[in-house]
């Protein structure tokens, strides 16, 4: 009986007949294979640079892609050469001139180019080359037909990278647009900010609600989409220009709530790690101050376990200057509001006040704000220095006109109207009659501090002198300073040295003979304490220095 062949071995007849042998692929399923390894590539984040660099591989050759006038759009490589270029331009020329969609330049043993007009889907076909033209140049650059095969891939692809390309376009100018939006309603300018808000929409309400939101760098597309689902997409939403990990938000004043929870808490609970501060419902005029309490909201939610909080509404005190602060400040920025700039280059007085004003907020982070180099901002800096008579370097001075702008921007009642005017029914009011219900000793006061004394005009530094000896002026720096006072008085030390510093942490390190991180941890606890940003701008050393400084004078006049 005739045994089998043992296991892997091979009878004469099978081996005559190449059983066994693994025969050579084929050519049309080496091409098989080249489309779907060129379908893969095709699905990547960048379609056109992977097809480009396979190609490259596959055919031995220079790739790229190159518009009709041979501008290189695309290419496998860098360093291409002048003789390439030449070669390319010279195939294009005949192909403009014949009207040809594929062509074979430079036919030689050592190169050659072949060109393929790329049909890019949506664009108009004709016998012209289309907008992009496929140039493989190289010693065989048609050895394979994976050329051939990519040029449908490669129209695709870069209609996608064309159509990702406006869309990103498309983010950036509403991005920009929603953040022009929220510069107008900060300086004031409401009638363009509904304008342009109507366009982009959602409308803006009134009353509204600011919320600063505190997320990573990278998070902020997260935050946007949260917020945007939370408010029902009635919240004007903006990436913070200053701050690369904040995210600002003005709601409607009636979305206190979502469910159960105040929106701020629905927010530090939907968006993991965010912290999240809020300012109460103000007007949209007040859209400035709004920001400085959600702001100043934001450096107590830090340290509290929820991550959110709400700012301690307290009146401000450009509110409390009322009447008299009024005056004071239109004096003080009489030089900046009248100001016209010798050339029409120049900024003007406009321009001038919104740069000290984003300055007064952000410091040197104003450039990001104002969109500005920082020698510009330097510039309108000394410019406002010289009109104003101001060292902008001094805290004191710096929070003097910080409060001149903050009252200039309130709204005026009809009591400050000039007397013997139109009223608002249109009828004149009778010299007199807005001081009509005030005390004699006020109106004198009044007289005093520079609205119309015997003798002329007073000073304007005796016009502030006599505005923080007002009773409700000094309640109100009690109030500011009470917290500290009250809850940890062994910092107001160092409240103290880092105002009389002008707020340099360096300088009050070494006034209190610390480290610099020592007194940055103190300034932080001030801020648990206290409510207020201490340590990032906008922060609240203006208001501290004035309420320290009103303090500091002694009694109040009780004749104000």
């Given amino acids: 009986m005739t045994g089998f062949p043992e296991p892997g071995t091979l009878t004469g007849e099978a081996k005559e007949c190449g059983v066994g042998e693994r025969a050579a692929p084929s050519p049309d399923s080496l091409r098989a294979a080249d489309i779907l390894a060129m379908h893969r590539l095709a699905h990547k984040a960048d379609g056109v640079q992977a097809l480009l660099r396979w190609l490259a591989r596959r055919t031995g050759c220079w790739v790229g892609l190159v518009d009709p006038a041979g501008g290189v759009e695309a290419a496998s490589s860098h360093g291409s050469g002048p003789d390439v270029m030449a070669l ?5 020329r005949v192909m403009r001139e014949r009207g040809l969609r594929t062509f074979v330049a430079g036919e030689s043993p050592g190169r050659s180019g072949a060109l393929l007009a790329v ?14 033209v496929l140039a493989v ?12 095969d990519a040029v449908p891939l490669l129209g695709v692809c870069w209609r996608a990278r064309e159509t990702e390309r406006t869309r990103r376009r498309v983010e950036i100018a509403d991005a920009r647009g929603r953040e022009a939006v929220l510069h107008l309603l900060m300086s004031g300018n409401l009638t363009t900010a509904h304008q342009i808000a109507g366009a982009l929409a959602p409308r803006l309400s009134d009353p509204a609600r600011f919320h600063v939101v505190e997320c990573g760098a990278g998070r902020r597309a997260e935050a946007i989409r949260v917020c945007a689902e939370l408010t029902a997409g009635q919240a004007w939403i903006v990436r913070c220009p200053v701050y690369s990990d904040h995210v600002l938000m003005v709601a409607p004043a009636s979305l206190g709530a979502v469910g159960a929870r105040p929106l701020e808490a629905a927010l530090a609970a939907e968006i993991e790690g965010c912290v999240v501060g809020t300012g109460d419902a103000l ?4 859209t400035a101050a709004g920001y400085e309490q959600a702001f100043h909201a934001l450096a107590v939610a830090r340290g509290r376990p929820e991550r959110w909080a709400r700012f301690d509404a307290a009146l401000g005190l450009p509110v409390v200057a009322g009447r008299h602060g009024h005056a004071w400040a239109d004096r003080l920025l009489a030089p900046l509001t009248g100001h016209v700039p010798a050339r029409a280059t120049a900024p003007d007085s406009r321009a001038l006040t919104d740069t000290v004003r984003s300055w007064l907020s952000f410091s040197s982070a104003a450039t990001r704000h104002m969109k500005i180099h920082r020698n510009t901002l330097a510039s309108r800096l000394r410019r406002v220095e010289s009109l104003l008579g101001l060292d902008l370097e001094l805290v004191g001075d710096q929070a ?10 309130l709204p005026r009642v009809a009591d ?3 007397a013997g005017t139109a009223g608002p029914g249109g009828t004149a009011e009778p010299v007199g009659t807005a001081d009509a219900a005030e005390p004699a000793s006020t109106a ?9 004394g015997p003798t002329g005009p007073a000073p304007v530094e005796d016009v502030f002198e006599a505005l923080l000896r007002l009773p409700a002026v000094r309640e109100w720096a009690l109030t500011q300073l009470r917290p500290v006072r009250e809850e940890a008085p062994a910092l107001e030390a160092t409240l103290r040295t880092w105002l009389r510093n002008d707020t340099r942490l360096s300088a009050t390190a070494q006034a209190l003979g610390v480290s610099v991180t020592g007194t940055r941890k103190r300034l932080m606890r001030l ?10 701008v906008p922060n609240a050393r203006h208001d501290l220095w004035l309420a320290v400084e009103v303090l500091d004078r002694g009694r109040p006049d009780r004749n104000f």
């Fill in 527 to 536: 801020e648990q304490v206290m409510r207020r940003s201490l340590v990032r």
């Fill in 119 to 132: 049909g890019v889907p949506g664009d108009p076909s004709g016998p012209e080359p289309s907008e992009l």
């Fill in 137 to 148: 140049v190289g010693p065989d650059p048609l050895g394979t037909a994976a050329p051939v």
């Fill in 283 to 286: 007007a949209l005029r007040d």
């Fill in 88 to 92: 390319v331009a010279d195939g294009l």
């Fill in 444 to 452: 004198d006061a009044a007289g005093t501090a520079g609205v119309a």
């Fill in 416 to 418: 400050h109207r000039p």
């Fill in 400 to 409: 003097r006109l910080d409060l001149a702008l903050r009252i200039g921007a």
